[in-house]
């Protein structure tokens, strides 16, 4: 299957994946070359576990759209009428406050699926999708990714879990947000997006630029280049090609609980 979308030529494989090793996620990054990107739907984590019957619905029914780098993907208030996988690049989905404040609410990465909630509530989308770089993302119309909710139980146990998953998420980004402290709301925000590697060292992974986490945790950009500058200093983290290992997490934790 090839098609045109936005100058965009591509070709859909479900060739089933080895085993990743532990700790490794699975994200479907595209291979490329001169005239063609292919994307292989089984490494598309969702996707993953599907029949043969299953992939063939899906691959009839997906278009595949490039964005560039701050361009929305889809708008707070639209109707939604697709369900959305990011194929690759980094999406932030964002809100506005009554004063026209920008809000980031969550950070996506390769492999990441949204526009679920609006599917599944008919609704309208009730935030605003903006692309961080260059992205990919793969577009499943309302009718045949309801189906899949329903008929494919891999997908429709990804999805209970996700959405279980989220509800926690937000509980606790609220906490966070409600921290008086600028310096301590910025400690927090790190340990609540770090992650243990393979080597079970912490970590963030695809650091959100300074701009990103003020949006998030409402804030200054110079707050947060000021606060991460003072944990480089102290020798708690250290940045890392796009990513930043956090040397000390005993210290880090002390700081907040100072």
Known sequence: MAEKNKNLLFSLEDTPVPPLPP???MAPVPSKSKTNITINLRNIPLLTQLT????????????????ARRDAILQRGESSDNFLLLLSGRVQVVDLTDQGN????SLLSP?????????????????TAVALSDVLIA??????ALHLFTHAPSVAQKIQYHLAQKVLRDHKFRALLSINNTSKRIISFLIFMKHKN??????VE???THQEIANMINTSRETVTRTLLMLAQRGIVKKDAGRLIIINPNALRK???A
């Open 23 to 25: 700790g490794m996620p």
């Open 52 to 67: 043969s019957d299953e992939m063939a619905h899906v691959k009839n029914n997906l278009s595949i759209r490039k964005y």
């Open 102 to 105: 920008v809000i980031g609410l």
């Open 111 to 127: 492999g990441s699926f949204f526009g679920e909630v609006p599917l599944i509530n008919q609704s309208v989308h009730m935030s």
């Open 139 to 144: 577009f499943l119309p309302a009718t045949a």
């Open 198 to 203: 393979a080597e079970k060292q912490e970590l």
């Open 206 to 208: 695809n650091l959100p």
């Open 255 to 257: 700081l907040m609980q």
